[in-house]
C-alpha cells in the first residue's frame, strides 16, 4: 500500500497524461477512492466530472475575481459590491503610495493568492511584490486539479478595501452551495487563516453533523446574521440555473458584501467525516447531459 500510494505521488504531476487519466490518479492519491466518472453519485466525483465536461464560457468570468463584478452588478446591484482602487496587470504598476493604509491585495486568476494588510507602514514592499510576481505565473488550472474555470482567466492583481468589524480578528465567511440553481446549505469559515474554524448549517440555521478532515468543525453554536435570509436570496439569484456554484459573503455590521464564486470547492477532493455525506451531498447535484457527439458541454 505504501509502495502504491507513492507511485500515486508521482504520477499526479504527469500534466502530460490525458485528463482524464490524470484526474483519476490525482483523486485516488488524496482520497484513497477509485474516481467514477463514468456514473458518478459522490460530490467530489461529481465535482470532478463538471471539470472534464462542463466547459461554459461564463465560468471563466465568474471565477475571475474581477471580471465577476460584472455579473454581480447586474444580478443584484453595485450595492453588494467590495470598493474596489484599482486593477493591475504587472505587479510593477502598483503605487503603494495610492492605496490607503490598510487594503488588500488579490490575484484575480486564483485561489488563495491574497495579501491582507492592516497596516502600511508595516508592509515589507519588496517581499510583497515578490510575492505578487509568482502570482503572475501561477496558473490555477494547471497547478491544482485542472480546474477548467481558471483555465483561462488572464492574470491580475486588484487592490480592494479591507473589510472589518469590531470585535472580530477575521470576519466570518458565509458559503452557500448551490445545486441546479438552488442553495441547500451553507458552510462558515470563522477565524480564517489563524485557528481555520469551520462548519455547516442548513438554510433554517440548524447546525450539520458533518465536517471536512483538514479543517476544524466547531461545537458551538454560530449567531445568526441578521442579514442571513438576504444571503441567501442573492446566492440563489446569483447561481442561475449553474449545476454547481459556491456563492460567498461576509457581513459586515449588518451589511451584505460579496465575496466570490467558487465551482470545485477543495479542488472536488475534500474528505466529509461521516464519509456518508459526500454521498448525500452528491444527490444534490444533476449533471447536465452531453451533448450527443461531443466530450464536453458549452451551453447550458
Not at 470547492?265 to 444527490?283: A, L, M, Q, R, V
Request: aromatic share 14%; charged share 30%; glycine share 4%.
Amino acid at each position: 500500500m505504501k509502495l502504491k500510494r507513492i507511485t500515486y505521488r508521482v504520477l499526479k504531476n504527469f500534466k502530460f497524461l490525458p485528463n482524464r487519466r490524470l484526474l483519476k490518479i490525482r483523486y485516488r492519491y488524496y482520497t484513497d477512492e477509485k474516481l467514477n466518472l463514468e456514473h458518478p453519485k459522490k460530490f467530489n466525483e461529481k465535482i470532478t466530472w463538471l471539470k472534464l465536461h462542463f466547459h461554459v464560457p461564463i465560468l471563466t468570468q465568474l471565477a475571475d475575481k474581477f471580471l465577476v463584478r460584472e455579473y454581480v452588478s447586474k444580478k443584484i446591484g453595485n450595492q453588494y459590491l467590495n470598493e474596489l482602487y484599482k486593477v493591475y496587470y504587472n505587479v510593477d504598476d502598483i503605487n503603494f503610495d495610492e492605496l490607503p493604509n490598510s487594503f488588500v491585495l488579490k490575484g484575480a486568476h486564483g485561489s488563495s493568492l491574497n495579501l491582507i494588510v492592516k497596516d502600511k507602514s508595516k508592509l515589507d514592499i519588496t517581499a510583497a511584490k515578490k510575492a505578487m510576481n509568482k502570482w503572475m505565473s501561477h496558473c490555477q488550472y494547471k497547478k491544482v486539479g485542472l480546474e477548467w474555470a481558471y483555465k483561462n482567466i488572464e492574470p491580475k492583481i486588484i487592490a480592494e478595501k479591507f473589510l472589518e468589524e469590531e470585535g472580530k480578528e477575521v470576519l466570518y465567511d458565509y458559503k452557500f452551495f448551490c445545486f441546479n440553481g438552488e442553495p441547500k446549505f451553507l458552510q462558515i469559515d470563522i477565524e480564517r487563516g489563524i485557528k481555520d474554524f469551520r462548519c455547516f448549517y442548513d438554510l433554517d440555521w440548524n447546525l450539520l453533523p458533518f465536517s471536512i478532515v483538514t479543517k476544524t468543525q466547531i461545537d458551538c453554536e454560530v449567531p445568526k446574521p441578521s442579514n442571513f435570509e438576504e444571503m441567501k436570496t442573492l446566492a440563489k439569484i446569483l447561481a442561475d440555473d449553474l449545476p454547481f456554484v459556491r456563492v460567498d459573503f461576509y457581513s459586515v455590521n449588518h451589511k451584505t458584501i460579496f465575496g466570490e464564486m467558487t465551482f470545485y470547492p477543495g479542488d472536488g477532493k475534500e474528505i466529509f467525516t461521516p464519509h456518508k455525506y459526500n454521498s448525500i451531498i452528491g444527490d444534490y447535484l444533476t449533471l447536465p447531459k452531453i451533448p450527443e457527439e461531443h466530450k464536453i458541454i458549452t451551453v447550458f
